[in-house]
């Protein structure tokens, strides 16, 4: 969602803002903003479309030692520059916002009564003009205040031009964190922002405030309490979020699949079995008692999730429930004894899972288990049990190698839970291990086929719709396959199981409907055939991604790829890769904007 930078530096800090709004670009918006102060006056540049815009609008060294910066991505009033981000009060406070706040409309009426202009349609105005409303030299004192009215979820960048010495931020929600530097400090919404000017962090947890200073900050609780804080010093490099030789950001993270699945797996296997304690220390008791299990997730990630769900039931014979985590939350549920309640998250600061975590009330949970790719996230910090992906930063909005990582965690849960309960015997675990153990290689094989699928792209160049099959834990792969190529392709696509073809979709195909259908060697083949005949019955034209010894009956007009890969419990992770190659070079001809597409963000870190 929207992006947040603050800095304070003994150094113009102009183009280090401006090198963060770059680097989280990512998470998708419409609009961006700087506000600087120098000489105790405040300066703003605001631009629609891309930070490249921003930039071409700012003096190339214009002065000022503390700043704010923002991404917006519209929720209350259109993209415009007038709504961007920072938003100005008086010409003193200035303000950044990523969230919402749900009670401003009673609060906008207050504040035009008292006599305040407010120049824009959005939420976040109101902020600023609440804090220069209560602002009398003290800027905490000031936001603490405004913050007590605030209903939402929101993350806060505040200057004031009377002290140019004091950035404030806070959040309710949406992440922020705190980078050290050298007599310098910053403030943003993500890692990546900062990592050219420092490698040291603090995580802000939820409802903290901070006031950052030059040379020091100060870290305090929801009551305005100081607090103690750690520093923690990331792995991650400056460098480590470029593109390369590649294209774009969501080729080079399909590229990267088989090192990340390999960093997934290190340290977390042997020969033939799951290291012990991968889950954590406490993981073996928790584990001990599972009779159910609950897996909530958005997204990509629910898909992963049904994908877990088939391995959980068929392997473990435990019953599992996976449910969209923006519809668990609201809803009343029925908790099974002793379950274990799993989230899938690739921020670790989704909205919704957040919030179905943090609504756990019943005492039949044995526990809660984070499955995530992001250390010191909301999610990682508030689970009892987690599990990293360590799938490395992921740019694209379209999720790749996050998705392929979370496959290979939970099936490494899987493992780890039949070894705990007794439900895998030894062998079943070890030919799970080898067959991990040989993922890697064998998606950098199937990305070999990327000029081939590339070719088979321009086929749908000019389609506006796609059907996608699979059966069984294919299903949910079909799932992700039609979603990928809506994404960021804006071809309208659906996933079906096949067997459901008769009960309506039937009725979409014709020749220019393409069906796309996932094919793997196992028992449902032969039904998935029958499947495929209607499909030509009707005049479609079949695109069948076939594993090695799925030997199909096809006619010269259906297009069949072959996958070099006979494996049957990481066979889903392996049908995923050539669907997003599809998706990618499909886009890729239809000249859309792969790594940003429209109207998504890449952390939907509020409803």
Known sequence: MCGIVGALAHRDV???????LHRLEYRGYDSAGI?????????????????????ARMPAEQPGHIGIAHTRWATHGEPSEINAHPHFSNERIAVVHNGIIENYKGIRERLIGQGYEFSSETDSEVVAHLVDSYYDGDLFAAVKRAVDELDGAFALGIIVTDDPGTLVACRRGP?????VGIRENFV?????????????????????????????????DAAGQPRAYDIKQSELSADSANKGEYRHYMQKEIHEQGQAIAECLEGRIGDAA???????????????????????????SYHAGLVARYWIESLLDLPCQVEVASEFRYRKSVVQPNTLFVTLSQSGETADTLAALRNLKSEHY????????????????????VFMTRAGPEIGVASTKAFTTQLVSLLLLVATLGKRLGRLDEATIGRIVSELSSLPALVDKLIRLEARIEAIAEDFVDKQHALFLGRGEHYPIAMEGALKLKEIS??????????????????????????VVVAPNDELLEKLHSNMQEVKARGGRLYVFAHRGAHLETDSDDVVVEMDCDTRFITPILSTVPLQLLSYHVAVLRGTDVDQPRNLAKSVTVE
């Open 14 to 20: 102009g183009s280090i803002l401006l090198e963060g």
């Open 35 to 55: 506000a600087l102060i120098d000489d105790k006056r405040l300066s703003r540049f605001r631009a629609l479309g891309k930070v490249s815009e921003l930039a």
């Open 175 to 179: 992440p922020l964190i705190v980078g």
């Open 188 to 220: 943003a919404s993500d890692v990546s922002a900062l990592l050219p000017v420092t490698n040291r962090f603090v995580y802000l947890d939820d409802g903290d405030y901070v006031v950052l200073k030059h040379d020091s900050f100060e870290l305090y």
């Open 274 to 300: 799951v290291l012990e304690n991968i889950f954590g220390y406490d993981a073996d008791t928790v584990f001990a008692g599972v009779e159910n299990l609950q897996i909530i997730a958005c997204g990509t």
């Open 366 to 385: 044995r526990g809660s288990l984070a499955i995530c790719n992001v250390p010191e996230s909301s999610l990682v910090r508030e689970s009892d049990l």
């Open 490 to 515: 804006y071809i309208h696509a659906e996933a079906y199981p096949a067997g459901e073809l008769k009960h309506g979709p039937l009725a979409l195909v014709d020749a220019e409907m393409p069906v």
